[in-house]
């Protein structure tokens, strides 16, 4: 599913069709001999994998009377990024739009969502999903107050997991098999995706793209990437570390399973906890070593990956040239500026280019 070609009505047909970038820096320091492939999701026209989700959801419900222009509003919960997809889109339809979020989430997106004319509304990042106060409970609160109004729910539509059954998990098997069938390409490859790895928040992406490889590849290794201090890894046992319970990253991991996440095999054969002191360093190497502008949730994704290729089950796919291996990078730098994990790293440092730029400039 490539871009369509010529001119694009508007921004919402520039929603997805992300590109899949190899690895290849990352891979070789890891003596990976695998490809190990990212899908950009930060490249979609909202900055992020959750504008498949807020297009679709919001034009199903078009389609079937739930939503109606110049008489509904919209209302979601959410850790911003479904947000800024259906502000987006709502900005685009005319469509008054109210967001509910955790104050843990980014100063960025709250001006993104602003910027885009939504009314955001913030909530206790410890407020229990079931509470009045938490970004869900106060999303109910509103749309039982306010006449004509309706919360599309990622976390139960099943127009979640099925945007990524239909376009992402889709556009990751287009882009393998049109390199497989270039014979241009000086990498070896399977033809097939082999592995895929990617966190989960409502896990629409997981269960959707799990959905459409396994279709396509009964034999594909879904892994599945939890924050410590969530519940979503399955078996239970693996989210009982008490460590880390309130975790930084942004957009994955909750403290219930949303109903749209199927997080057992076949839907996902096996799940790592990966902690804020992995994930923010594997962002970081995304940054420097690939210059992706990702955010802190693409490092949960291929911290995870690292893990798995460097474990006893995994090393074997690792060293076998052509077996692919694929991580979903859910959205972007544009989100986190001015968050400390970045910053942190952004600061000025004193390398030898830059002692010497000091005396020339002193010389002269
Ligand atoms: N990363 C980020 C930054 C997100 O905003 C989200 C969505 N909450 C995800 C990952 C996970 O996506 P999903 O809801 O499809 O599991």
Redesign the pocket.
């Known amino acids: 599913m490539p871009l369509p070609e010529g001119i694009l009505d508007s921004a919402l047909d520039a929603v997805g069709h992300t590109p899949l970038i190899r690895l290849d820096r990352i891979a070789s320091v890891e003596g990976f001999k695998c490809n190990l492939l990212a899908k950009t999701e930060f490249l979609s026209a909202g900055g992020?994998?959750?504008d498949r989700?807020a297009k679709r959801m919001l034009e199903e419900a078009e389609k079937s009377g739930r939503l109606i222009p110049g008489v509904s509003t919209v209302i979601e919960a959410?850790?911003?990024?479904?947000g800024i997809g259906l502000a987006l889109a709502c900005a685009l339809k005319g469509y008054p739009l109210i967001i509910t979020l955790p104050m843990k989430m980014s100063n960025e997106k709250i001006a993104t969502l602003r910027a885009l004319g939504a009314e955001v509304v913030r909530t206790p990042t410890e407020a229990a999903f079931d509470s009045p106060e938490s970004h869900i409970g106060v999303a109910k609160r509103l749309r039982d107050a306010i006449p004509n109004s309706v919360i599309l729910d990622?976390y139960s539509n099943p127009d979640?997991?099925l945007a990524?059954e239909l376009t992402t998990g889709p556009e990751i098997i287009d882009a393998i098999l049109a390199d497989f069938s270039s014979h241009s390409s000086s990498h070896k490859s399977s033809g097939l995706v082999d592995v895929v790895v990617?966190?989960?928040?409502?896990?629409?992406?997981?269960?959707?793209v799990s959905r459409s490889l396994r279709r396509w590849n009964s034999e594909v290794i879904v892994i599945g990437v939890d924050p410590k201090g969530s519940v979503l890894a399955y078996p239970d046992a693996l989210n009982e570390s008490k460590d880390d319970a309130i975790y930084q990253v942004?957009?994955?991991g909750y403290d219930f399973v949303?109903k749209v996440?199927d997080r057992m095999p076949p839907t996902v054969d096996k799940w790592l906890k990966i902690g804020d002191d992995e994930a923010f360093p594997a962002a970081l190497r995304l940054i420097k070593e690939e210059a992706l502008l990702v955010?802190?949730?693409?490092g949960?994704?291929l911290a995870g990956a690292l893990k798995y290729l460097h474990s006893e089950e995994g090393k074997h796919i690792a060293q076998t040239e052509g077996k692919n291996v694929v991580v979903?990078l859910?959205?972007g730098l544009r989100?986190y500026m001015s968050k400390p994990w970045f910053l942190g790293a952004a600061q000025e440092t004193e390398t030898p280019l830059s002692k010497n730029i000091k005396k020339i400039l002193e010389r002269s």
């Open positions: 992020s994998i959750k989700i959410t850790s911003g990024n479904t990622q979640n997991p990524h990617a966190g989960a928040g409502t896990g629409g992406t997981l269960t959707g942004e957009g994955i949303p996440l955010g802190g949730s693409s949960t994704a979903l859910p959205d989100n």
